[in-house]
């Protein structure tokens, strides 16, 4: 008997709704379509030697469209795409003139977010030299450090963090012996003189010739790692990165051309550069920028830019959230969720803050994404509702069809902290479905070089981060060093990095899982979990560093250690808190615990201002130097 059609098509269109929510389609679709449309672009700008995102810049700025669009706007001011080639050209034709620069020469740049960064950045591109971009907190050996490791011959300093290159550091700059083939690094300190000896200048366009060098694998930025494990390394980002990566954002978040991105991530960080500046101009659309990361500030610069999007990375949402409500002082009304912002995207939003950010600022969409800087993949979840919640990426049927074999989860050797090989083949084995495992990524063992360039002048660090023979001979892999787990529904989830996992009676403890169930518990504004080593004991005994909302009280500390003991397997609970006013962070928001993990629980290395308790009995009580001789002389066994 035949189905009426009015009866068929709701039918239909029930199973088709069913199906796509099953294996993910349509999500699927759009992060295909992003991929193949990022990829096919840089293929196109290789075939016409010009990979060099000066072009692009060009290009917007000569189209009657897109010439008189603001790119970007900074503390009230806006420049078009016109006028920022304009001054590009000029800060070019300075860097020329004045200091010599020529094509494919690497240039240091210690600076704040700010216009100069950006237009010396792009006169750098524009005379086919390279910037390396330098983190304006380092100062002493860590600066040194990365200048070195730059080779660049000239660094320039922004006059607002000139207090960083003390005397004792131009005077290592300036020796004949500081770089490793010889000769001095000079330093210009980019003041008001300056600036105004280019727009002085005219601009002149060099050739193409100077910029033909460039091939998608080559050097488009130096960009230093965070350092949380020790000196930050030199990992370089190359072209096929930039476009990729920036044409890949810009479809994937829907950005529009009438959209305003607001960063205020530090312009030294690859995610501001790659996944904010490279989606505004792939998207030739408009990204307002701030200075520096503040929750006093950052809402108010959202709304006065008319911002649409906005960018985040580490603890930042966390921070945002912490802050007092802000009240307008003559109607006394909310402001919080008085703001166009319809999406959020950045890496490192925690579960526990996730959804209260969303409804407290009414923000529709995360965008959460994980890559490494020198990595060359991630992984990416666009979410709208509570199925794909503190997942760092998403994928259906057909993306891991597509796209699968690029990506593997491996099992691991917990003792050893290396990938779980096995005695009879040698070889690697993936985890099973929810088993936390290494994330690696895919690279072609004989073309290793096209698609991840590793660090800076140094093979040794670059091949540390290969791994051959995963699940086939003669394979090679990508080791991201972080340990996540893919469920059966296709959703990702960071488990820990590897070195911050600790083992405690047997057991592994992730961090990031005791982390986010602390930041549960009201009191708790800000939680660092790690492991501590402790005399006579095996493993490491875990320890919270904790920012609290009020003072810790014995109530207050009773109700943490209940939350604990009630939420967690008794071997995951922290045995000792570290009661803190902050947390010591990178430039981005991310918690340097190894700082932390050196310090551990010993109150004679712990800050007078922090307060140290253990827990006794069910409850968290005061840890003192008598408490550490117990412990030390085996009296105590934990």
Not at 166 to 173: K, R, Y
Not at 373 to 381: I, L, R
Request: charged share 20%; aromatic share 12%; net charge positive.
């Amino acid at each position: 008997m035949p189905v009426p059609l009015a009866l068929a098509a709701p039918a239909a269109a029930a199973f088709l709704a069913y199906l796509n929510a099953r294996i993910g389609l349509s999500y699927d679709l759009v992060l295909i379509s992003s991929f193949l449309r990022g990829t096919l672009r840089w293929r196109l700008a290789e075939l016409q030697n010009r990979v060099n995102l000066f072009y692009l810049l060009e290009r917007h700025a000569l189209s009657r469209r897109s010439a008189n669009k603001t790119f970007f706007c900074f503390e009230g001011r806006e420049w078009t795409y016109k006028e920022t080639y304009e001054i590009t050209l000029k800060y070019g034709t300075w860097l020329k003139n004045k200091h010599g620069i020529k094509p494919r020469e690497i240039v240091a740049m210690d600076f704040m977010n700010s216009p100069e960064f950006i237009f010396l950045w792009l006169g750098l591109w524009s005379i086919g030299a390279q910037p390396a971009f330098i983190n304006y907190n380092l100062g002493g050996q860590p600066l040194l450090h990365c200048v070195r490791t730059s080779t660049a011959r000239l660094l320039l300093v922004d006059e607002n963090v000139r207090e960083k290159i003390t005397p004792n550091v131009l005077d290592e700059l300036s020796s004949p012996s500081f770089r490793e083939n010889g000769g001095p690094t000079e330093v210009a300190f980019f003041d008001a003189a300056a600036i105004s000896e280019i727009e002085s200048t005219q601009g002149i366009r060099v050739p193409d010739e100077a910029r033909e060098w460039a091939k998608p694998e080559d050097m488009a930025i130096l960009i230093y790692t965070s350092g949380t494990t020790g000196l930050p390394k030199p990992a370089v980002v190359g072209w096929y990165k930039l476009i990729l990566g920036g044409t890949f954002c810009s479809l994937w978040t829907t950005v529009r051309a009438d959209d305003r991105i607001y960063t205020c991530m530090p312009l030294y960080h690859s995610s501001a550069v790659v996944l904010g500046f490279g989606t505004t101009l792939h998207a030739g659309t408009s990204i307002c920028i701030g200075r520096k990361f503040s929750t006093r500030t950052f809402w108010k610069e959202v709304r006065q830019s008319n911002s649409t999007v906005i960018q985040y990375v580490g603890e930042t949402c966390r921070y945002l959230l912490a802050a007092p409500p802000e009240i307008d002082p003559e109607t006394g009304e909310c402001l919080d969720s008085k703001n166009n912002v319809r999406l959020a995207f950045g890496n490192g939003l925690r579960p526990d803050v996730w959804e209260k950010f969303k409804t407290r600022f009414g923000i529709d969409a995360i965008g959460e994404f994980y890559a490494a800087t020198e990595g060359m993949s991630g992984a990416w979840n666009l979410s709208r509702n509570d199925f794909t919640r503190g997942a760092i990426g998403r994928n259906g049927l057909l993306a891991l069809m597509l796209l699968g074999y690029t990506v593997t989860v491996v099992k691991i050797d917990w003792e050893t902290e290396q990938p779980w090989r096995d005695p009879k083949t040698g070889l690697c084995r993936k985890a099973d479905t929810n088993e936390p495992g290494e994330l690696l990524y895919y690279v072609k063992a004989k073309q290793i070089g096209k698609t991840y360039q590793g660090y800076f002048n140094d093979t040794k660090a670059s091949n540390s981060k290969i791994l051959r023979n995963v699940l086939n001979e003669g394979d090679a892999w990508f080791r991201t060093g972080d340990v996540v787990r893919w469920d059966a529904e296709g959703r990702w989830y960071f488990h820990d990095r590897i070195g911050d996992t600790f083992r405690w009676k047997s057991e592994n403890v992730s961090t990031t899982e005791v982390s986010a169930l602390l930041g549960h518990h009201p009191s708790v504004l800000e939680a660092s979990v790690y492991g501590v080593a402790l005399p006579n004991h095996d493993g490491r005994a875990g320890c919270a560093a904790l920012v609290l909302s009020e003072p810790p009280s014995p109530k207050l500390l009773s109700s943490l250690a209940e939350h604990n003991l009630s939420s967690l397997p008794r071997y995951a609970v922290p045995l000792f808190l570290r009661i803190t006013s902050s947390i010591q962070t990178t430039g981005t928001n991310k918690h340097q615990k190894h700082v932390l993990r050196k310090v551990g629980v010993d109150p004679a290395n712990v800050p007078s201002t922090d307060q140290l308790y253990w827990l006794r009995d069910g409850t968290y009580v005061p840890f003192g130097a008598r408490q550490w001789k117990e412990i030390s002389g085996g009296a105590v066994k934990l």
